[in-house]
């Protein structure tokens, strides 16, 4: 082994070991500059009563306040309308349920069918979640006259009414 060699392979290591130690500490300062920057500028304490006492602030939180209690009125009323729950409706009470509510989602089925099965058990998840949606259900078989209105020809068949 050349001893110049060995000198040269050790500088270059060391120097090596220089730039990796000059990067780190760059890479420290543009940390330090970015969380510098990302700070107010001013450090002024903020006085919690004085923005306890804001009458903006209680004005935006008895406004919002007012807007929950009405979601959860609305929420109550379309409950009650049937709304929120996937349940089974004659012929009859089709054009009721039908014209009673904004959006309804009507699914026609066969009882014997396998992927009416499977509609149902997806509409039966839905309902929930969607309670401005009313969620319904007729069996085809027994309700031929909205079978032919409504030309549906192939089961399961899913319509939403607006």
Request: net charge negative.
């Amino acid at each position: 082994m050349d001893p110049d060699s060995v000198k040269s392979t050790l500088s270059n290591l060391a120097f090596g070991n220089v730039i990796a130690a000059a990067a780190r500490d760059l890479q420290k300062e543009m940390v330090a500059k970015d969380k510098a920057q990302s700070a107010p500028a001013s450090h002024d304490e903020v006085d919690l009563d004085e923005l306890l006492d804001d009458p903006e602030l209680e004005k935006l939180h008895a406004e919002r306040i007012a807007a929950l209690k009405k979601e959860v009125e609305k929420r109550e009323v379309l409950k009650r309308q049937g709304h929120g729950e996937y349940r089974e409706i004659t012929e009859g009470d089709f054009l009721g349920e039908v014209t009673g509510s904004e959006k309804v989602i009507c699914h026609f089925y066969h009882r014997e069918f396998y992927r009416c099965k499977i509609m149902d058990k997806h509409l039966k998840a839905l309902a929930p979640v969607y309670v401005g949606t009313k969620f319904v259900k007729l069996d085809a078989e027994n309700a031929p006259f909205f079978v032919a209105k409504l030309a549906i020809k192939t089961l399961p068949c899913v319509i939403l009414f607006k």
